[in-house]
T-cell receptor, first 116, second 112 residues
């Protein structure tokens, strides 16, 4: 079946502009994660959605970052007033999560954001 | 807060030799430890995971060990092959309702 998809694959924007990044998780996956990966660096956790629970926003680096997940499926990560340090690959992942069990996170290909 | 440290950051081994990557975690409540492999231009992909109720798990050439007392866990790749070249990430999580924290990654290169 289809995996996690993200759009756009690449985004170049001018400093100060707002951007929206989209994630389509695997159908039926209740958990959705956003990560940021700077060049040659590890995965920095941003935000986590699990079912109807309040999202864990503890990783968002500033109030310019926000995310929502509509209808428990598609998610949008919004960065307002972009800065050059926001340039990175933004990765989305989804997983099943039920009965207190852990399931594999499936990652999308990422969106490469470049702020000029 | 929760933290996962990973070493080394880069590792080069001769084809056919073994590679070992080590991680430590800070939160003693962590009980799920996945390992991910990331190839160039792609998202990470799970290669093996271990839960806190076991000390070792093997899958063909890959094995993971967990020492809960020391809060250490390791990835062992035996008989390395060129296709093992990638960046490897360890991670830890403490509950099914909690985020997963990743290590900083190890770039593994296999020399022919």
């Amino acid at each position: 079946g289809a995996g996690v998809s993200q759009s756009p694959s690449n985004k170049v924007t001018e400093k100060g502009k707002d951007v929206e990044l989209r994630c389509d998780p695997i159908s039926g996956h209740t958990a959705l994660y956003w990560y940021r990966q700077s060049l040659g660096q590890g995965l920095e956790f941003l935000i986590y959605f699990q079912g109807n629970s309040a999202p864990d926003k503890s990783g968002l680096p500033s109030d310019r970052f926000s995310a929502e997940r509509t209808g428990g499926s598609v998610s949008t990560l919004t960065i307002q007033r972009t800065q050059q340090e926001d340039s990175a690959v933004y990765l989305c992942a989804s997983s099943l999560m039920s009965g207190g069990s852990f399931y594999e996170q499936y990652f999308g290909p990422g969106t490469r954001l470049t702020v000029t | 807060g929760e933290n996962v440290e990973q070493h080394p950051s880069t590792l080069s081994v001769q084809e056919g030799d073994s590679a070992v990557i080590k991680c430590t975690y800070s939160d003693s409540a962590s009980n799920y430890f996945p390992w991910y492999k990331q190839e160039l231009g792609k998202g990470p992909q799970l290669i093996i995971d271990i839960r806190s109720n076991v000390g070792e798990k093997k899958d063909q050439r890959i094995a993971v060990t967990l020492n809960k007392t020391a809060k250490h866990f390791s990835l062992h790749i035996t008989e390395t092959q060129p296709e093992d070249s990638a960046v490897y990430f360890c991670a830890a999580s403490k509950s099914s309702a909690s985020k997963i924290i990743f290590g900083s990654g190890t770039r593994l290169s296999i020399r022919p």
